[in-house]
């Protein structure tokens, strides 16, 4: 299933945003994702290769992110992941999400610190 | 040790499901070889085990391995394969019969009569291959040198080689009967037998090694060396370590090159000083100073053996590294001529404020919003490479390119290895992409012979 709506995938899991957010920063394979999730989120997020390859099996098969090639073989071992265009789609829906969460939360905070004073 | 957490990881990437395993096993085996030495088992083996119990829920959930006829497992490619799939023939379970009776039947051939010391090892991963520098057996050694051979001591290479050694017909026979045909097995063979020359090369020592007149070794407080030693982004060697002081005087550039060893080696950390004789104080006015690093490595590597009575041999093994190649759009630098040969004796070279940079020379920075920024001017691909080294992670960088010439670089950025830019900039690119935008030349994945010192004793040092 692949429903055309971008919203329908969210709220993104923090893993599977991390590995969409890595993927903008070009095609890298699955080592690569895991250093720029690692360079992303300042070290304080890491994601083994157990994590990693949950993910990016869930995001093939919603066709949010696509292989350089349908399977690693012994001549190339690796296969580079790409962001899609319904991955990058999904990655701009969730970041209004979490743009929104953000007001709503600094809009709360201030109140908060309002009434206490 | 490491090879046995190895094996271990790949025991559960192994229970996977048919599909998972298949389709992401090996990735998950490259990303686990690249990502222990930073990440650590604690962290990877939950991790993996993680998985290993989402994906068996996913697969009983969804009633069952996903049908996809272009992944489909196969038996006689050794793979894990789901016997009550239908898509199996009486064929291929018949071949499968035969290629399991007789591997099952050459294993106890195997066990029961082959000699432990063939030389016939075939599978290992890493590879490892005996470095035709190590020293001669313990009887012969000469004391002065930090590299006796270490008779009867411990070596993780040993212990796999002599292991994987009893297999070595099985495994050729099995290839044999695996592959196209007995060709390919003796390729096979030959190929692991065959030692390829290091790509990084440690610094040998020649004897008789120079001492230091007189040398102190003071261990640090750790609660002094927590306020002395502040690590660098993304680094992870305490750079007061014992390790690292190896690495110096082995002249490594990655902490993968020194193997094995306890791990007061990374923790603890000293104070060494070592006073250098007055006649070699004068010396260096004739030497290059490429001699006075190897003189002080010599002195280092004397020290290591008399104070900590290091006793290691080197060997070549095949590890995951970055190779630098030419990126599909061709390269975005210009070859420029060679700087003039430094001779022993000429005046060095102190460029002042504002001055261009010397021919041969280099000049890292960070700029205002703490990325890094490199300048070079006419410099081979081999320093370009041990320049950019300490952004990759500790995976050692090999020049793959072929340019035997000099570039000049100007003005590569790119955000430093486990630190967050100052501005969040998505457009900060990595070091791969800054590389490959700027240069033209890409970091790519790879593995390459390198050679690598392996701690056979070591202990910690005698009082002053």
Redesign the interface.
């Given at each position: 299933m692949k429903p055309d709506d971008p919203a329908a995938y969210l709220p993104l899991s923090p893993a599977t945003l991390h590995v969409l957010l890595a993927l903008?920063?070009?095609d890298l394979?699955?080592?690569?994702i895991?250093?720029?999730v690692?360079?992303?989120?300042?070290?304080q997020y890491?994601?083994?290769?157990?994590?990693?390859?949950?993910n990016?099996?869930k995001l093939l098969n919603l066709g949010l992110v696509e292989g350089s090639s349908?399977?690693?073989s012994k001549s190339e071992?690796?296969?580079n992941y790409r962001l899609t265009q319904r991955g990058a789609s999904v990655l701009a829906a969730e970041t209004d999400r979490l743009a929104g969460v953000l007001r709503e939360a600094r809009r709360g905070l201030r109140l908060h610190e309002e009434r206490q004073s | 040790m490491s090879s046995f957490r190895r094996r271990l990881y790949g025991v559960i990437v192994r229970m996977h499901p048919a599909d998972f395993r298949n389709e992401f096993g090996r990735e998950m085996m490259l990303d686990f070889e690249d990502a222990l030495h930073s990440y650590g088992l604690g962290r990877l083996g939950p991790d993996v085990l993680w998985s290993m119990v989402r994906q068996w829920s996913a697969c009983v959930l969804s009633g069952g391995p996903e049908q996809s006829p272009a992944l489909r497992p196969s038996l006689l490619a050794g793979q894990y394969v789901m016997i009550r799939e239908e898509r199996l023939t009486m064929i291929e379970l018949g071949r499968g019969l035969v290629v399991t009776v007789t591997i099952f039947a050459l294993c106890m051939f195997g066990l029961g009569s082959v000699p432990r010391n063939t030389s016939r090892a075939v599978v290992d991963v890493p590879i490892v291959y005996a470095s035709s520098s190590t020293p001669a057996t313990g009887s012969n050694v000469d004391p002065s040198s930090p590299l006796p051979a270490g008779e009867g001591s411990y070596s993780d290479s040993k212990l796999s080689q002599s292991a994987v050694s009893a297999f070595a017909p099985i495994a050729t026979v099995s290839a044999t009967l695996l592959s196209d045909g007995p060709a390919s097995a003796l390729a096979f063979t030959g190929a692991a037998q065959a030692q390829p020359s290091p790509e990084l090369l440690l610094f040998h020592p020649s004897s008789p090694l120079p001492s230091y007149e007189v040398a102190t070794i003071k261990p640090l407080d750790p609660n002094t060396a927590d306020r002395v030693v502040k690590l660098p982004p993304g680094a992870s060697l305490n750079p007061l370590s014992i390790r690292r002081y190896i690495m110096d005087a082995y002249g490594a550039r990655y902490s993968a090159q020194i193997v094995g060893g306890p791990d007061w080696l990374n923790n603890d950390s000293y104070i060494v000083h070592g006073k250098v004789p007055d006649d070699f104080e004068a010396a260096p006015q004739k030497m290059t100073s490429q001699d006075r690093i190897d003189q002080n490595r010599g002195m280092q590597q004397s020290l290591l053996a008399g104070r900590f009575n290091l006793r290691a041999h080197f060997e070549t093994r095949v590890l995951p590294v970055y190779a630098l190649v030419p990126a599909k759009g061709g390269l975005k630098i210009t070859e420029v001529p060679a700087p003039p040969e430094y001779k022993p004796g000429d005046p060095p070279i102190r460029p002042g404020v504002g001055d261009p940079l010397p021919p041969g020379s280099s000049m890292g920075s960070f700029s205002s919003n703490g990325l890094r920024v490199l300048n070079a001017r006419a410099i081979k691909m081999q320093l370009l490479a041990r320049i950019v080294s300490g952004d990759a992670g500790d995976r050692p960088i090999v020049d793959h390119t072929g340019f035997t010439g000099c570039f000049d670089i100007k003005g590569l950025t790119w955000a430093p290895l486990g630190e967050a830019t100052a501005d969040n900039s998505p457009d900060v690119p990595s070091l791969i992409g800054a590389m490959e935008k700027t240069l033209g030349i890409k970091l790519v994945p790879t593995r390459a012979p390198i050679e690598v010192l392996v701690i056979d004793h070591i202990e910690k040092p005698s009082e002053n």
């Open positions: 903008t920063s070009g394979h699955g080592y690569g895991m250093l720029e690692a360079r992303q989120s300042g070290d890491k994601i083994g290769p157990g994590t990693l390859y949950d990016i099996k349908a399977k690693s071992p690796r296969r | -």
